[in-house]
């Protein structure tokens, strides 16, 4: 079966950092665009990052410099690392399989992890 | 960055009404326009891709349209499972970008 299942969401303070996981089943993460999306609590979707196939990576301007996306091919899975964690980093965060290309939308989704930044 | 507005934001509608959702785009982006439906507390579902290609699984009344900067979803007859929200989405460029959204109410 096809699947991803996220992980390390928790409660942070501002500034803190924390890495999220989504592990692949019945798909090679390596071969995949990969996307992680968020959705603030009452909100619209955000778009965060995404990592080619070829490993390049890209991000949106509100996390870029903070936000790390990378993937362990070994392990099928696909991280996102979070540093200097501000209060509006609240959301809902999904990973996503995002296609063999850019044509493909993203077609396999977690089931979301949540991350509270908060004092 | 390419801005997706969508319109309605929100609307009301009828089991059996024929639904229009349109998303336009700050520039063009080719066919590069994907439509997903969310429901709450659930991730969003992948509907179209490639402006008008129908996910395999998703039910024919979902249809797309559009290319450049206009792009419409359409559900040919609303059915209950259908009241949720939906959202386009470009990847011609980076950042991806997500329109805010339309929500599908019970009239």
């Known amino acids: 079966e096809v699947q991803l299942v996220e992980s390390g969401g928790g409660l942070m303070q501002p500034g803190g950092s924390l890495r999220l996981s989504c592990a692949a089943s019945?798909?090679?993460?390596?071969?995949?665009?990969m996307s992680w999306v968020r959705q603030a609590p009452g909100k619209g979707l955000e778009w965060v990052s995404v990592i080619y196939s070829g490993g390049s990576t890209y991000y949106a301007d509100s996390v870029k410099g903070r936000f790390t996306i990378s993937r362990d091919n070994s392990k099928n899975t696909l991280y996102l690392q979070m540093s200097s964690l501000r209060a509006d980093d609240t959301a809902v965060y999904y990973c996503?399989?995002?296609?063999?290309?850019?044509?493909?939308?993203?077609?396999?989704w977690g089931q979301g992890t949540t991350v509270t930044v908060s004092s | 960055d390419i801005q997706m507005t969508q319109s309605p934001s929100s609307l009301s509608a009828s089991v059996g009404d024929r639904v229009t959702i349109t998303c336009r785009a700050s520039?063009?982006?080719?066919?590069?326009l994907n439509w997903y439906q969310q429901k709450p507390g659930k991730a969003p579902k992948l509907l179209i891709y490639a402006a008008s290609s129908l996910l395999r699984g998703v039910p024919s009344r979902f249809s797309g349209s559009g290319s450049g900067t206009e792009f419409t979803l359409t559900i040919s007859s609303l059915q209950p499972e259908d009241f949720a929200t939906y959202y386009c989405q470009q990847s011609y460029s980076t950042p991806w970008t997500f329109g805010q959204g339309t929500q599908v109410e019970i009239k």
């Open positions: 520039q063009s982006t080719s066919s590069y």
């Open positions: 996503a399989r995002d296609g063999l290309n850019e044509y493909y939308g993203m077609d396999v």
């Open positions: 019945g798909f090679t993460v390596s071969s995949n665009y």
